[in-house]
């Protein structure tokens, strides 16, 4: 194992550039755009000191305009749109989904994040194509279209609007995403898993070259709300947004290899969607360990955690001041160790509010573990670097 800050050419800033996950919790929720819990996607006071377009609002991924990129949620009545948002962004347990009523109009849910977005959840019942709908309004600044697809349901209708909606948006709008998310499939078996989704793929790429536009990119997720699925095909679309995805991949890679982890996740603590990972696979497992250790640490910061009150309430701020970037500073992160009874470790350490680095390394790993904490400083430091530049 050697030191990160070697590999990274010499680089070294010691100047801390830390938030409290506690903290953020316990900064106030708006209740405008909180419909079902603490995080409801509110804004966070405070500075995002040092995090550029990826963080504290602007964007500068498609056609290099700031912008906050919009995710539209489309598919038919009762796919699952709204138990997705809700569960994914308003922690809401995914059996109060039963109750949710249907949407009626579109709702524009604005999600304050590590990067900002927007996230539209259409009725099912609308017919976006009309000519009376702005198409222009709702396609223009996206950032990705995810179609929900109820594979419970007889799906050959909503698989015909679908490439519809592809064929009128490719034609104006070519940089767009397209996700489909075969959704609600904890009912189904592996096997009919697999079928549907190669029947869905298959439908939908003869419809494409049928129209000329076998060049579409079109991704597919497995999703239900039920278990980890729906984060992880979230974490997915969220990525391809993120311009800085290489750097933040190469700089995980180089944490890991420096540091005898075996797994890296750069997690959003808001969503539990991860922003970023290292370059070897994903499993599963791995993944969701790392998710529920999110939410562990999340709930015991919330209970016994100690107030930190945010810069705005602290002594001798003045109102309509900004507040000190030293005053953020203060606040050591969070960060948590545990042994796992495989033998392997869990490290936790948080980023700033929005984020939080999670590894998973053999327990010889923390033989050194003056020398993990200082690469994963340093990789701190780094990726405070990265947005900075981003944003300069
Ligand atoms: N089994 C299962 N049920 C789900 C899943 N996701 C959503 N549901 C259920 O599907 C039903 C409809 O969900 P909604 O989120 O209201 O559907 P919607 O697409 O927003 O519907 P509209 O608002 O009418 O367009 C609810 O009863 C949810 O509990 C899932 O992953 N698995």
Request: with cysteine; glycine share 8%; aromatic share 10%.
């Amino acid at each position: 194992m050697t030191t990160l800050a070697n590999s990274l050419g010499g680089y070294e800033d010691t100047r801390k550039n830390s938030y409290s996950l506690e903290r953020f919790l316990q900064e106030p929720v708006s209740p405008t755009t909180s419909r079902y819990g603490r995080f409801g996607g509110t804004s966070p006071s405070g500075s995002m000191a040092g995090m550029g377009p990826v963080m504290g609002g602007e964007y500068r991924g498609l056609g290099g305009n700031a912008r906050r990129p919009r995710l539209l949620l489309m598919g038919q009545k009762r796919s699952g749109k709204s138990s997705i948002s809700s569960v994914v962004f308003h922690k809401m347990p995914p059996t109060e989904t039963l109750f949710l009523e249907s949407t009626t109009r579109i709702q524009k849910d604005p999600i304050h994040s590590f990067m900002d977005f927007h996230v539209w959840d259409f009725p099912g019942q609308l017919d976006f194509l009309d000519p009376t709908f702005d198409f222009d309004h709702i396609f223009g600044e996206l950032g990705a279209l995810i179609w929900v697809i109820d594979a419970q349901d007889e799906y050959l209708d909503p698989l015909s609007r679908l490439h519809s909606t592809i064929i009128a948006i490719q034609r104006t709008y070519p940089i767009i995403n397209i996700e489909v998310f075969i959704h609600k499939v904890d009912g189904l078996s592996d096997e009919y898993k697999l079928d549907t989704q190669r029947d869905i793929m298959q439908r939908t790429q003869d419809e494409l070259s049928d129209a000329g536009l076998d060049s579409v990119q079109v991704s597919y997720h497995l999703t239900s709300i039920y278990d980890h699925s729906i984060f992880e095909a979230f974490s997915k679309v969220i990525q391809k947004l993120i311009p800085q995805l290489g750097t933040l991949e190469n700089l995980l890679n180089m944490l890991c290899l420096n540091s005898g982890i075996e797994k890296a996740f750069l997690f959003d603590v808001l969503s539990k969607i991860y922003i970023a990972t290292d370059s070897s696979p994903v499993d599963v497992q791995s993944y969701e360990i790392c998710s529920d250790y999110i939410d562990v640490i999340v709930d015991v910061s919330e209970i016994y955690g100690y107030d930190r009150k945010p810069a705005t309430q602290l002594p001798g701020y003045t109102p309509g001041e900004t507040p000190a970037a030293d005053e953020e500073d203060t606040a050591p992160e969070a960060s948590s160790i545990i042994r796992l009874q495989n033998g392997m470790v869990l490290y936790l350490r948080e980023i700033n509010k929005y984020l939080a680095l999670i590894c998973l390394m053999r327990k010889e790993g923390l033989e050194k573990q003056g020398l993990v904490d200082f690469n994963v400083q340093v990789f701190q430091n780094a990726l405070t670097r990265v947005f900075e530049i981003g944003r300069s």
